[in-house]
């Protein structure tokens, strides 16, 4: 059971400037008092096959952690045009969000990035070199969410009343307090009935 449950990630800017930066709201849910901090990444992935093209935009800390529905703002910076290869600029690329909780990854949230230009001539026209001033981003609203599971040290609160797994389809068993002690010593009839 994960204690902590991502609601919303609501992005401020969308869509934006290639080069501008990401700004945007996490809402979680915390079920239990976490002392330690969460830590949240952003990550650009232009090229899928190659990680070493990975581009961290930033990371932050939020903690320590209540009860209780929670959020904050993030703001994460533009990639590096450098670092990405000229032919993995367009199209389609992927953000990544994730959440960690004492170095273990428990959620990433990753979304679907298209990148063209912002006029139509430019896109029939592609300028060589790539222009960055001129292009444009546009973040799907459909996250894939992946969830792990962790070791959080932390108990999650037991609801009062709870009932033992299985217990509810098991008949009631009698206590030796629910046996009728008068009966105690009457003898047994022959039909299994005690007899006064």
């Known amino acids: ?5 991502i609601r919303n990630v609501e992005f401020l800017n969308n869509p934006a400037r290639f080069l501008d930066p990401y700004n ?18 952003l990550i650009y992935v232009a090229s899928p096959g190659n990680e070493e093209l990975d581009q961290e935009l930033d ?20 990639p590096n045009p450098s670092k990405i290869p000229p032919e993995d600029v367009l199209g389609v690329a992927a953000l990544i969000l994730t959440g960690s909780y004492k170095e273990q990854e428990f ?5 679907y990035q298209n990148t063209e230009y912002d006029n139509e001539d430019m896109k029939e026209n592609l300028p060589d070199p790539i222009r ?32 033992a797994a299985g217990a509810a389809n098991s008949a009631a068993v009698p206590s030796a307090d629910d046996i009728d002690e008068e009966d105690d010593d009457a003898e047994p009839s022959t039909n299994g009935e005690p007899t006064p």
């Open 132 to 163: 960055f001033d001129r292009l444009v981003r546009d973040i799907n609203q459909k996250p894939r969410v992946t969830r792990f599971q962790i070791k959080w040290d932390i108990a999650p609160p037991q609801p009062r009343n709870a009932v």
């Open 24 to 41: 945007f709201r996490v809402t979680f849910e915390c079920i239990a008092p976490l002392p330690e901090d969460l830590e949240w990444r």
């Open 1 to 5: 059971m994960s204690i902590v449950t």
């Open 59 to 78: 990371d932050c800390l939020v903690g320590p952690v209540p009860v209780g529905v929670n959020a904050f703002e993030f703001e994460g910076s533009a």
């Open 107 to 111: 959620v990433r949230v990753g979304y």
